[in-house]
């Protein structure tokens, strides 16, 4: 994809895009703590972590790392910002269809810590 990447397309990632569906897809280690989704932190590897929903932020508490669905693919991904943008932009529409639902949904559960 070498279309432009517009300010409206980024906020479609950062908003719209749920954390939680691009922590699934990259196979990030998770589980869920009285409703709270938790996430093995990119940058100390901690799992005192958090989603916040209606921000659809994640939040490291250990070592004050904030996360929206960008910065956490070009975590895990090792990737520039382009790459990232990019593997969203591919994974909002796979994560858009019944299919997509099924294989994030499984890929969730190979990924869930006990």
Same mark, same amino acid.
């Given at each position: 994809m070498n279309q432009k990447v517009t300010p409206e397309m980024l906020t479609i990632l950062r908003n719209e895009l749920d954390l939680s569906t691009v922590i699934f897809a990259l196979g990030v280690p998770w589980r869920r703590d009285d409703q709270k989704l938790r *996430?093995?932190?990119?940058?100390?590897?901690?799992?005192?972590?958090?989603?916040?929903?209606?921000? &659809?932020?994640?939040?490291? *508490? !250990?070592?004050?790392? &904030?996360?929206?669905?960008? +910065?956490?693919? /070009? /975590? *895990?991904? #090792? !990737? #520039? *910002?382009?790459?990232?943008?990019?593997?969203?932009?591919?994974? #909002?529409k796979i994560a858009e269809? +019944?299919?997509?639902?099924?294989?994030? &949904?499984r890929q969730a559960m190979r990924t869930q810590l006990k």
């Open positions: *996430f093995i932190c990119p940058r100390c590897q901690g799992l005192d972590t958090s989603v916040h929903p209606t921000e &659809n932020l994640g939040r490291c *508490f !250990s070592c004050s790392s &904030n996360y929206n669905p960008i +910065d956490l693919a /070009m /975590m *895990f991904q #090792k !990737s #520039k *910002f382009r790459t990232a943008v990019e593997w969203l932009l591919t994974l #909002k269809t +019944d299919e997509g639902k099924v294989l994030l &949904n």
